[in-house]
């Protein structure tokens, strides 16, 4: 049984297209909905995977357009973190020297408190950015205890595990879910396969998923989103988002069903019954 709501968190799911062309003006967008979602009550906010400048695997553009770690779009963000005493969370393309990575951070009101890259690589991106090197983070936040990844990382099945096992209570993933993959685009409910994979893997680790994804027809890419956010038992709180058009929502989700999942009855304990004495895990040269 799910026990009391103990422990709030209003999460704002903010799924938008990036259109190409004026990164300044996109990283305007994510700045103005940031501020339009806390005023609506939202504690953190997911944005999508390379809100700026926006999605291309063009090495030109975004050889001409990335940013290091503390540049404007960390600025921006930063400074509505800080004007509404909350957390965002979102995907750009930073410049590492020579490198361009498909980054994702977490800022407050301090600036950067975590910061990932991209492990897989999604087809074009192959090209244009350097596999991620900073390994599957949590970040212990005011809202809690957060995993980050992006998009394709969600087909292995292996970093929502390993997130999870690490301690995420929550794992946010900006993403551009994309045709190309899977043949179908969405299904009666709304739903892209790709959103149909965060149900799945939510309920089978414990553990809440957030996913903003870009939307609409950019680039000669056709972004799908049906952005959704789904709790620890693999019920979908919120979405799936439209798969047309910009959308934000806010909701309020209880973080302590971490741990309610993890027990559904005195001999039901997925967590637990792990054979960890026949098979583990292994990240960062330990056994999960």
């Not at 930063?78 to 909350?86: K, L, M, Y």
Request: charged share 20%; hydrophobic share 40%; net charge negative.
């Amino acid at each position: 049984m799910r026990g009391p709501v103990t422990r709030k968190l209003a999460i704002g799911l903010a799924q938008m297209g990036s259109p190409p062309g004026d990164a300044c003006d996109n990283r305007s967008q994510t700045a103005r909905v940031a501020k339009l979602m806390f005023e609506q009550g939202a504690e953190l906010i997911v944005l999508p995977e390379l809100a700026l400048p926006w999605y291309t695997v063009d090495p030109m553009h975004l050889a001409r357009l990335a940013e290091p770690l503390k540049g404007p779009t960390v600025e921006a963000w930063t400074s509505v973190a800080a004007d509404h005493s909350g957390v965002i969370v979102g995907g750009f393309c930073e410049r590492d020297d020579e490198a361009l990575y498909n980054t994702a951070v977490v800022v407050d009101r301090t600036g950067v408190i975590g910061h990932y890259r991209k492990l897989h690589l999604f087809a074009g991106e192959k090209v244009s950015f350097t596999p991620g090197d900073l390994g599957l983070p949590i970040v212990e936040t005011p809202v809690g205890r957060l995993g980050l990844c992006i998009c394709y990382d969600l087909r292995f099945v292996e970093v929502v595990r390993v997130l999870a096992l690490s301690g995420a209570e929550l794992i946010c993933v900006p993403s551009a879910w994309i045709t190309g993959f899977d043949a179908d685009q969405w299904d009666a409910d709304g739903f892209c396969p790709q959103a149909h994979g965060a149900v799945l893997q939510a309920k089978l680790s414990q553990v809440f998923i957030a996913c903003a994804s870009q939307v609409g027809d950019h680039s000669g890419f056709r972004f799908l989103g049906s952005s959704v956010v789904v709790d620890s038992f693999g019920t979908v709180v919120a979405g799936p988002l439209s798969g047309k058009r910009n959308e934000f929502r806010v909701v309020t989700v209880d973080l302590d069903d971490v741990d309610h999942a993890k027990a559904r009855g005195s001999s039901i304990t997925p967590r637990a019954d792990r054979r960890t004495d026949v098979y583990g895990l292994a990240y960062g040269g330990s056994l999960l």
